[in-house]
């Protein structure tokens, strides 16, 4: 997967396909990020780099509810690229 914003904006639109709200926000996030299930909000920390920003949500996809059939045809194939990359790269 290459890292560049394209990529960046393609999982974006993955999590908000799935109803989820995108925020950058400046904090102090241990890992990162913050979840708000409740209310379906990903809280990214603004000071990452493009590649933490990818990283860092593909990270978490294992972890939100989405709904696969939910998204478009081009979502789809990069959801299940991301899903069948292995937890140590």
Do not use: W
Not at 17 to 26: F, N, Q, S
Not at 32 to 61: H, P, S, W
């Amino acid at each position: 997967m290459k890292i560049n914003q394209p990529t960046l904006n393609k999982i974006e639109a993955i999590l908000e396909e799935a109803g989820y709200v995108i925020r950058y926000e400046r904090g102090n996030f241990q890992s990162g990020y913050c979840i708000l299930q409740q209310r379906k909000v990903v809280v990214l920390n603004k000071f990452l780099t493009l590649e933490g920003r990818i990283n860092t949500l593909a990270d978490l996809m294992p972890q939100l509810e989405i709904t696969f059939d939910a998204l478009t045809h081009e979502s789809q194939k990069l959801y299940e690229e991301l899903m069948a990359k292995p937890a140590n790269e």
